[in-house]
């Protein structure tokens, strides 16, 4: 894992005191609300519907043990047991006081954490595949990268006050695991006919109220051009972005109005000036940071091959968590975990404070100190024996963690939604809850296969509705909610934008909407291997509308 | 008209309050001043922004209430649940909006 300099210390202590300083200010009255509001922004604050918000930055999400632990003490000191990991890979605490923030900020510091760009006009959280380091499939680590970027990125003064907010993410794989093309630039990292490694990069992809696929505007762009190319993108972004109208904002829109191909002539003609100066990165420099994620020394651990076989046949439950939640990696005697963050009728993403002490524990001693988030709102320990998973397993049964549901109907991500959001229209959690409980045999769920719900509480898209197989928008409608539905959504490979089925369904009939879905692909779908989104790319919307509305009307 | 009542959060802590009939900031919404006259939302309105100016809170907002059966029940959902808390069973020993309070509904 990357460790901090003596550069990263002192710049991110001297923020910690420059922020207490700043509330101490602000308490006394010596500050106003609207001079205080940009700074407690610029540290992760927000202030939601009960109370005020913190957003810790995970950086491309990955944790050490000793991370999880402070993140779990905050949780239980300073807010209230528990914490609410997001698809930013961030983690949110719904309750701390304003007072307190400076020392969680410090606690935060002494592990080499903090949250800056969590908020504000400027380059968010760098994230990256959650399997990075560890997948079959990967070409490469792409995390360097994201800590290049983030190095890069942190207090940038040219890229500070952004038109809008801008989001990055890298992939190593060809299996996009990080939705990279629904972000402002994704980077998906590759090896060119020669074997050297570069970036397919995209640009102008985002959900929100104007959902846009990126758009390819270079094929292979070599890794030591990543900074200079990605300034040049963003000064294109910060001449032409508008500023004017803050739903228009967006690099995306900037894309769509200019057209990819004048934007990337743009993109190339600043290129050429910064192409050959100090961003221009030396091998060393990559080598250097590289290091850092050098993968642990993995002996081999051969009987866990027979061990694994012999606890399958033992423990269905076993046989169905391992079958579900745990995928190859690049050693055959290892795998890497999804540890569900989606039990059956819970809240997604929220995890308690001995939830996360007891990850902490278990990737210590069984998975190398390594801890990812995942963009679906899961913990992902990357590296564990197949030896050793029967003894992970019971850990996690034993606080609730256990659920086998990676991937399947059950694995909902939802935004916070009305239960705490001060954008949101209506509610996420409790959809998900009655969803979730509909759904929650793990037979019927192995049925139905893969399918992705994703379920927003507003146009913001925080729950990334717009890729959902099932995407679920809560709107409020004569004061009450709605929920509209959208099919044949994707955040992978191959990104698809979700299209409106129809009028939107009540709280109360939005289960059973999604019931009717599931039942017609059941019942249309070639056979088990046909998953949901393959159907729905051959069917089309018809059938799902027939079977939802029959002959009445569909305008939403 | 319609009744209305002044919220806000409270600068230390963020956590949602009511003005009540003594000019105190509350943590409960049916314990809030009711004003059920212009005369008296003009005076909640000048109390909210003397308040914010003061730095005792912010985010001051007069809602729209009604009263059912003696209870206070904001007009929108939004104000419903910043009243009552989240609706759903978020931490151990907190059930959501499931008492006998619920209005959420």
């Not at chain 1, 570069?198 to 696929?213: D, E, K, L, N, W």
């Not at chain 1, 046989?319 to 055959?332: G, I, L, M, S």
């Amino acid at each position: 894992m990357y460790r901090y300099d003596e550069f990263d210390h002192a710049f991110v202590s001297a923020r910690v005191e420059q922020f207490r300083d700043q509330v101490q200010r602000r308490l006394s009255g010596e500050l106003a609300e609207d001079a205080f509001k940009p700074l407690r922004l610029m540290n992760g604050v927000y202030l939601q519907l009960h109370a005020y918000m913190l957003r810790v930055a995970i950086p491309y999400g990955t944790l050490s043990s000793r991370q999880m632990r402070m993140l779990a003490h905050i949780a239980r000191k300073y807010d209230r047991g528990y914490g609410h990991f997001t698809t930013r890979q961030n983690i949110q605490y719904n309750w701390p006081a304003l007072s307190d923030t400076p020392d969680i900020l410090n606690d935060l510091a002494s592990v080499e954490m903090h949250a800056l760009q969590t908020s504000g006009n400027c380059i968010r959280n760098v994230t990256a595949d959650h399997f990075a380091g560890a997948a079959a499939d990967e070409v490469a680590d792409p995390r360097p990268y994201a800590e290049i970027l983030r190095q890069w990125s942190s207090v940038h003064p040219e890229f500070s006050f952004l038109p809008r907010k801008f989001k990055i993410a890298v992939t190593g794989a060809e299996r996009d695991r990080a939705a990279i093309q629904v972000h402002d630039i994704g980077l998906h990292l590759k090896k060119d006919e020669s074997g050297k490694l570069g970036f397919a990069v995209y640009v102008g992809g985002g959900q929100g109220r104007t959902p846009m696929i990126a758009k390819k505007i270079r094929d292979f762009l070599p890794e030591e051009d990543l900074l200079s190319y990605t300034t040049a993108i963003m000064r294109v972004y910060n001449l032409h972005g508008r500023r004017d109208n803050k739903y228009k904002a967006r690099i995306k829109i900037l894309v769509h109005e200019t057209g990819a191909e004048e934007l990337a002539r743009q993109v190339e003609v600043e290129f050429a000036s910064l192409k050959d100066t100090e961003l221009k990165l030396p091998d060393a420099d990559i080598q250097a940071i590289a290091s850092y994620f050098a993968p642990p020394e993995l002996p081999n651990r051969a009987e866990g091959w027979g061990n694994l076989a012999r606890w399958k046949k033992a423990d269905e439950g076993f046989a169905q968590w391992v079958h579900q939640n745990v995928q190859p990696h690049k050693h055959p005697d290892y795998g890497m975990v999804t540890i569900s963050l989606k039990p059956i009728g819970g809240i997604p993403g929220d995890a308690t404070d001995s939830q996360m002490d007891l990850v902490a524990d278990i990737a210590e001693e069984y998975a190398f100190d390594e801890i990812r988030v995942s963009h679906e709102q899961n913990l992902i320990l990357p590296h564990v024996a197949l030896a050793d998973l029967e003894p992970l397993y019971r850990a996690l049964v034993a606080s609730g963690l256990a659920t086998a549901n990676a991937g399947l109907i059950t694995d909902i991500i939802a935004c916070p939604g009305l239960d705490y959001c001060a954008l949101a229209n209506a509610r996420s959690i409790p959809v998900a809850q009655e969803i979730s409980n509909r759904f929650g045999s793990f037979e019927r769920q192995a049925e139905i296969g893969e399918l992705k719900i994703k379920i927003s509480g507003c146009i913001n898209a925080c729950g990334h509705h717009h890729v959902g197989h099932i995407g679920l928008l809560g709107v409020e409608k004569k004061g009450a909610e709605l929920y509209q539905i959208t099919l044949g959504g994707s955040g992978d490979e191959n990104t698809s934008i979700g299209e409106i089925i129809g009028r939107g369904f009540e709280p109360e009939k939005v289960t059973d909407a999604v019931e009717t879905i599931v039942d017609t692909y059941l019942g249309l779908r070639r056979d088990k291997s046909e998953t949901f989104l393959e159907a729905y790319r051959r069917v089309g919307p018809q059938p799902f509308k027939d079977a939802l509305y029959g002959g009445a009307q569909e305008a939403a | 008209m319609v009744s209305k009542v002044l919220t806000a959060n409270r600068l230390a802590d963020g956590i949602s309050v009511w003005l009540d009939a003594s000019g105190n900031w509350v943590e409960s919404l049916q314990d809030a001043f009711i004003a059920r006259h212009a005369e008296a939302v003009a005076a909640l309105e000048a109390t909210g922004k003397t308040a914010f100016a003061d730095n005792k809170v912010v985010d001051v907002n007069v809602v729209d209430v009604e009263e059912v059966d003696g209870i206070l029940r904001p007009l929108r959902m939004r104000e419903r649940i910043r009243a009552e808390g989240p609706s759903i069973a978020y931490a151990p020993g907190y059930h959501g909006l499931s008492g006998p309070k619920n209005f959420a509904a």
